[in-house]
């Protein structure tokens, strides 16, 4: 299951209620940061009789009916606090169907707050902005508004056929699977599941990638096979278990059938005398491509704008440099930019042999594509396999094989705030579904088999 927009954060850790984390109350202010609200859903006796300092009380029955007291801002986390063995959980589902997207969910033993004067919550670690910036525009530069290519100049004419071929469901052989069957540019460019289906609910080994951002990347596919979107671009259309087209012959035979796409390719590729072949969809595709880009708070951060982050996004981002994350997650991608061994430190357990298949070198063997980050908050399932369903566990795991080091929750937690902040803009109207040309007289049927 993909979480989507909820970024919900259930910490299990030897509590006997599933999803919540049992903690003491220091735990609490290490993990609880400066804009946070705490929600104490006891009894109002209970509460009387000592709380964390600055809570707000709203007892559980009753918290559906209230929840407008918690203010507008669906966004701001919440830390579901209540008796160590009382049911947190039906509070925490009310917050979460009401739109509250940022659920922390704890329990703890009360009496540590019935002495007063103590702070609510941590202060923010320090973080020298300026500082801070320079790192992160040496580490990442900017986000271009076109992913260049000398060998694929973009114009509005391909940009334009090359998002009808996206979209083009007719591209497969039972016609009913398109690009963004897999890659829904409308959920930031991925499916949300761990593999995907393809012709007759068939599915690969891989997790589908997001195709936003892509374009940046050193190469393309996990083991990095296809040098560029182009190339890329011609796979999946011939793939058995994705598209099924059977040869290019037929694609071709295909779009040549559907008069709308004779004239979208003469408009594209006006100095060719026989606009439409396979190579000339794939420029089109990949130069629909070079424009997924998504910029967002943190490119804003980087150019100058010191309050487009706020303090525990800042905190994150210094968190993530000093992790050492930076020496794979680089560049404008914040990652895609090298091939890095799975379990460089750590032996990490996958049958997948990654890039060894392609170059045949044995130090190849469990390489991938460092992958990029952005956006990840919002592409769950993780890793080369889908395997990995949580960011949490994501960022444990990467610390623990990559470079050998155990997170913190704190840190763990500090880190996914940043990576959170990587979520972009997606320009809607470049996305939106296109209106596909009508099949002609002698357009192919489908072909269910
Ligand atoms: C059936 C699902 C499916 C369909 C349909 C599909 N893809 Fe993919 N796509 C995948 C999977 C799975 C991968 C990763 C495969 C691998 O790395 O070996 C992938 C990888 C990619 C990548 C590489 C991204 C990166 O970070 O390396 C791009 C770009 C991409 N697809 C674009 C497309 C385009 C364009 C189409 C239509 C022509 C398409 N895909 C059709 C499943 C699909
Ligand atoms: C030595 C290089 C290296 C370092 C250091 C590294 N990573 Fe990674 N990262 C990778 C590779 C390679 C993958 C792809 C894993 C796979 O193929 O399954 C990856 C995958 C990820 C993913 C999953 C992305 C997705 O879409 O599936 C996340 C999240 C991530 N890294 C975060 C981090 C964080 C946070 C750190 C620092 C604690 C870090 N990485 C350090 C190389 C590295």
């Known amino acids: ?53 600055g809570a707000v009380n709203i007892p559980h029955t ?9 203010g507008n801002d669906r966004a701001k986390p919440v830390v579901v606090y209540c008796e160590r063995g009382r049911r947190a959980g039906t509070a925490a589902d009310v917050l979460l169907e009401g739109g509250f997207g940022n659920v922390l969910h704890l329990a703890g033993d009360m009496s540590q707050w019935r002495s007063e004067g103590r702070p609510t919550v941590a202060p923010p670690p320090v973080v020298d902005v300026a500082v801070l910036r320079d790192q992160a525009s040496a580490i990442f530069g900017a986000l271009p508004d076109v ?3 000398d060998s694929n100049a973009v114009s509005p004419e391909k940009v334009r056929l090359g998002r009808m071929l996206y979209f083009e469901r007719c591209l497969s052989k039972n016609q009913e699977t398109s690009c963004n069957s897999c890659h829904p540019l409308a959920d930031f460019g991925q499916d949300g599941e761990p593999t995907s289906p393809g012709h007759r609910g068939q ?52 779009l040549r059938s559907i008069p709308g796409y004779v004239t979208e390719f003469a408009a594209a590729f006006p100095a060719d005398a026989d606009p439409i072949s396979y190579n000339n969809l794939a420029l089109a595709i990949g130069a ?16 100058g704008q010191d309050d487009s982050l706020d303090a525990a996004e800042l905190a994150g981002l210094q968190t993530f440099i000093e992790t050492g994350c930076v020496s794979c997650h680089s560049g404008p991608a914040i990652g895609g930019g090298m091939f890095q061994k799975l379990g460089l430190v750590k032996p990490y357990d996958t049958d997948d042999q990654g890039r060894f298949e392609i170059t045949g070198l044995e130090s190849d063997r469990g390489v991938f594509k460092v992958p990029s980050l952005r956006n990840v908050a919002e592409t769950a399932p993780y890793f080369h396999d889908g395997s990995i369903a949580s ?17 913190t929750p704190e840190q763990n937690a500090s880190i996914r705030r940043f990576l959170s902040a990587l979520t972009g803009d997606v320009d809607g109207s470049y996305v939106a579904d296109p209106t596909l040309p009508e099949s002609g007289p002698t357009t192919p049927a489908p072909d269910p088999t």
């Open 62 to 70: 009753e918290l559906g009916a209230r929840l407008d007291e918690l």
């Open 147 to 149: 992913a260049r290519s």
């Open 288 to 303: 629909f491509e070079r424009r997924l880009l998504t910029p967002g708070r943190f490119d804003a951060f980087v150019s």
């Open 1 to 53: 299951m993909k979480l989507g927009l909820l970024a919900l954060l259930l910490l299990a850790m030897g509590c006997s209620e599933p999803g919540v984390t049992d903690i003491s109350a220091d735990e609490l202010l290490a993990r609880t940061t400066g804009d946070a609200l705490i929600l104490d859903v006891r009894s109002a006796e209970e509460f009387a009789s000592g709380h964390v300092p």
């Open 203 to 254: 599915r690969g080994a891989r997790n589908s990638p997001t195709v936003y951002n892509a374009a940046l990347h050193v190469a393309q596919f996990w083991d990095g096979r296809a040098p560029d979107v182009e190339a890329q671009a011609k796979g999946p259309i011939l793939n058995p278990v994705e598209m099924a087209m059977p040869n290019e012959d037929a694609v071709l035979e295909l």
């Open 391 to 407: 960011l949490d566990q994501a960022v444990s795991l990467m610390a623990e094989h990559q470079l050998g080091r155990v997170l």
